[in-house]
């Protein structure tokens, strides 16, 4: 039997602390990482690697995270692809509309590690259900 494969994670942040770290984080998870610095290295990391999953800030210069999930969500070569909405905008209306442009779920930052794996997890799993 082989080992089973460990999910790619497209983490997507225009600050490098944050990526690092996060990044850190989920390779001692045992995911395997790739990073963007803005929407547009995500889509074409994305088109290129066809992550698992994609962990997405949504305020960046160049493209934000709106922008890069809506076109993601709108080319067929990747979007199946979930998109986990990490952004430090709390307000309701921000979350609303990061849902609208195809987010399985929007995670406020700071979080605590346990709850970025936990939506993480969910929806690897949720899209696995679901066929991808």
């Known amino acids: ?6 999910p790619l994670i497209l983490v997507v942040d225009d600050m490098a602390d944050a990526r690092e770290i996060c990044a850190e984080y989920l390779v001692f998870h045992e995911f395997r990482v790739e ?11 994305a088109l290129s690697l066809h992550p698992d999953l994609i ?5 960046m210069p160049t493209m934000d995270g ?11 070569q990747v979007a199946a692809i979930p998109v986990v909405a ?4 709390a ?3 921000s979350q609303e509309s990061a849902r609208e442009a195809g ?13 970025l794996l936990r939506v993480i997890r969910q929806c690897l799993e949720q899209a696995a259900a679901e066929g991808l």
């Open 35 to 45: 990073t963007a610095a803005d929407g547009s290295e995500a889509i074409q990391k």
């Open 103 to 115: 987010c399985c779920a929007v995670v406020t930052k700071p979080v605590l590690p346990n709850e």
């Open 91 to 93: 307000m309701a209306s």
């Open 1 to 6: 039997m082989g080992e089973t494969r460990k």
């Open 86 to 89: 990490f952004t430090a905008h």
């Open 55 to 59: 962990l997405m800030d949504l305020s």
């Open 66 to 76: 709106w922008q890069a999930t809506r076109w993601l969500k709108g080319n067929a």
